[in-house]
């Protein structure tokens, strides 16, 4: 009877341990799984912020010349660095859309190929915010581009 007491003593403190380990491992990964989530969403804000800087100095241009001053190096800086970020968290798909919406600003605020840019802005705009929206796990319909009809 003691050898029996012990025997199921051990393994009701072996199964215990190995729960025990177990849900620690899980809520690990959980709490892993949000670390990197709020990364990447951090990631996305920086760099939506960055575009949206260099967006406004685009709107306050006067008669779309090509601004050559200490603003627009600096919101260039901070549009590429904040892509790089992206780069360096989130999925390829959303670094890609992000370089490929970086280069076009890059190259509107800069004055080449003005004439095409804006609509392929649009667009590229619209990859990079679908793209984001996958990667922060965001599920449905496609966003809605223009506005509602009636």
């Known amino acids: 009877m003691p050898l029996v007491g ?22 690990e990964e959980r709490e892993q799984s949000t670390a990197e989530r709020t990364e990447r969403k951090e990631a ?4 939506l912020s960055a575009a949206q800087s260099v967006e406004l100095l685009l709107d306050r241009r ?29 999925s390829p798909q959303l670094a890609q859309a992000a370089h490929d919406y970086t ?14 840019q804006p609509a392929v802005k649009r667009e590229l705009r619209y990859a990079l915010m679908e793209a984001a929206r996958t990667e922060l796990g965001v599920t449905g319909d496609p966003l809605r581009r ?5």
């Not at 199921?8 to 072996?14: E, I």
């Not at 600096?74 to 780069?87: F, G, N, T, V, Y």
């Open 6 to 27: 012990v025997a199921v003593g051990a393994a009701s403190t072996l199964t215990g341990q190995y729960l025990t380990t177990r849900v620690a491992a899980r809520r």
């Open 44 to 47: 996305i804000l920086g760099f």
């Open 62 to 90: 006067p008669d779309h010349r090509s601004p050559d001053d200490a603003e627009m190096w600096d919101r260039l800086h901070d549009l590429w660095l904040a892509k790089k970020a992206c780069e360096l968290v989130c």
């Open 103 to 116: 280069v076009s600003l890059h190259d509107l605020l800069r004055d080449r190929n003005p004439t095409e």
């Open 146 to 150: 223009g506005l509602k009809s009636v």
